[in-house]
Nanobody, 123 residues
Framework: QVQLVESGGGSVNAGGSLRLSCAAS????????VGWFRQGPGKEREWVASINALGVTRTANSVEGRFTISQDNAENTLFLEMNSLKPEDTAIYYC?????????????????WGQGTQVTVSS
């Protein structure tokens, strides 16, 4: 049974930082595509960042230079380091995994999802 459990969300002021974690079980992150999505109030779920089985990362333009995706293969855990946070980054952040070594940016192509963690950025 695959489980993805996010943690690390919270409330910060604009310009602050947070680090999200996603602990995986029943699924090997390093041999598949894993990523982060977010869904803000009244918005559709959007792709934020992903890392494929070769370790190649991609980041959405909206967070480029501020967010960094990484993973600890020994711990089978995915991370999202978020710096210089803006109020528009406020959303529920989801960890997602795709049973494929290559990544896509469409949420419908991911097979497993975490429960989400709330990130709130105040101006």
């Amino acid at each position: 049974q695959v489980q993805l459990v996010e943690s690390g969300g919270g409330s910060v002021n604009a310009g602050g930082s947070l680090r999200l974690s996603c602990a995986a079980s029943g699924f090997t992150l390093s041999t598949n595509c894993v990523g982060w999505f977010r869904q803000g109030p009244g918005k559709e779920r959007e792709w934020v960042a992903s890392i494929n089985a070769l370790g190649v990362t991609r980041t959405a333009n909206s967070v480029e230079g501020r967010f960094t995706i990484s993973q600890d293969n020994a711990e089978n855990t995915l991370f999202l380091e978020m710096n210089s946070l803006k109020p528009e980054d406020t959303a529920i952040y989801y960890c997602a995994a795709r049973f494929n070594r290559w990544c896509e940016i469409h949420a419908t192509l991911f097979d497993y999802w975490g429960q989400g963690t709330q990130v709130t950025v105040s101006s």
